[in-house]
């Protein structure tokens, strides 16, 4: 069932160009223009899935006037965008950007949580015939986790819940830092929340692409042009993550199953 899970992911950045090579070097992404009449759009792409892995697009001087700084999207899968957006409003969040036709694509629209969280509204054009097969879970260059850094773990959770029927899984007590709660949808593990650490600004999300070691992984951040701002470390399951800023600064993280 698409309806509730993450379906694609976005990055907003000043220099495309830049970032495509960047993340080739990072994930061994290969950039292709979306061929969407009248869209200056960038589609990543692993080896094996047609379909591609997320978007690319360039802040506008619009963008950056309003605030507008380099960082990654997720996109929900909902049966109805206008109707998602309007539920969004009425439990007290925002919408940034009203439902929107994409030719040839499907229907969105950019939202925010209460707290100020954005995430995106995605209704998919389904193309005709049978789909192409998914890459394995895990793959190299796929995401492979969704985390919110809320306002407060609990709130946040109770209006996601309430929008895409996601559940509770395993809650991990890490000590000063409170309790990080994982949740599922439809038997699956998607991510993660815990409300944000003092010193971070506003809520956001943050997503990580799975990657094969993540010591490589990080030595391929920093020789790339990246930084990296926490690990790698292990995380409790026996995965090993690292976050870094691109050379934009968006934030982005990685994860592994091996050292």
């Known amino acids: 069932m698409m309806q509730g899970n993450f379906i694609w992911y976005e990055l907003m950045t000043t220099d495309t160009a830049a970032a495509s090579d960047f993340?080739?070097?990072?994930?061994?992404?290969?950039?292709?223009?979306?061929?969407?009449?009248?869209?200056?759009?960038?589609?990543?792409?692993?080896?094996?899935f047609e379909m591609g892995v997320a978007g690319m697009m360039a802040l506008t001087p619009d963008m950056l006037a309003g605030g507008g700084r380099p960082g990654w999207m997720g996109?929900?899968?909902?049966?109805?965008v206008d109707r998602?957006?309007?539920?969004?409003?009425?439990?007290?969040?925002?919408?940034?950007?009203?439902?929107?036709?994409?030719?040839q694509t499907g229907r969105f629209a950019v939202a925010a949580?209460?707290?100020?969280?954005?995430?995106?509204?995605?209704?998919?054009?389904?193309?005709?015939?049978?789909?192409?097969?998914?890459?394995a879970e895990n793959s190299p260059g796929t995401?492979?986790?969704?985390?919110?850094?809320?306002?407060?773990?609990?709130?946040?959770?109770?209006?996601?819940?309430?929008?895409?029927g996601w559940e509770k899984e395993m809650a991990v007590d890490m000590g000063a830092m409170g309790?990080?709660?994982t949740f599922k949808h439809d038997g699956a593990s998607l991510g993660g929340m815990m409300t944000k650490m003092a010193d971070m600004p506003a809520?956001?999300?943050?997503?990580?692409?799975?990657?094969?070691?993540?010591?490589?992984?990080?030595?391929?951040?920093k020789s790339a042009g990246g930084q990296i701002v926490n690990g790698p470390h292990e995380v409790p399951g026996g995965s090993f993550?690292?976050?870094?800023?691109?050379?934009?600064?968006?934030?982005?993280?990685?994860?592994?199953?091996?050292r």
């Open 203 to 221: 809520p956001f999300w943050n997503y990580y692409v799975n990657v094969d070691g993540i010591d490589a992984a990080a030595e391929r951040v």
């Open 113 to 135: 949580d209460p707290q100020g969280a954005v995430i995106c509204l995605f209704k998919p054009v389904m193309p005709d015939g049978p789909m192409p097969p998914a890459p």
């Open 23 to 48: 993340y080739a070097k990072v994930n061994g992404w290969k950039a292709k223009d979306s061929n969407v009449p009248g869209v200056d759009y960038t589609i990543f792409n692993v080896d094996g």
């Open 143 to 164: 995401f492979g986790w969704r985390e919110l850094y809320a306002g407060d773990l609990d709130t946040a959770f109770d209006f996601y819940s309430g929008m895409f």
């Open 75 to 80: 996109y929900v899968a909902v049966d109805d």
């Open 84 to 103: 998602k957006a309007d539920e969004f409003k009425a439990a007290g969040g925002s919408i940034h950007v009203p439902p929107t036709d994409i030719p």
């Open 241 to 258: 993550i690292v976050t870094g800023l691109d050379p934009q600064g968006a934030m982005f993280s990685l994860v592994s199953k091996t």
């Open 179 to 181: 309790i990080y709660q």
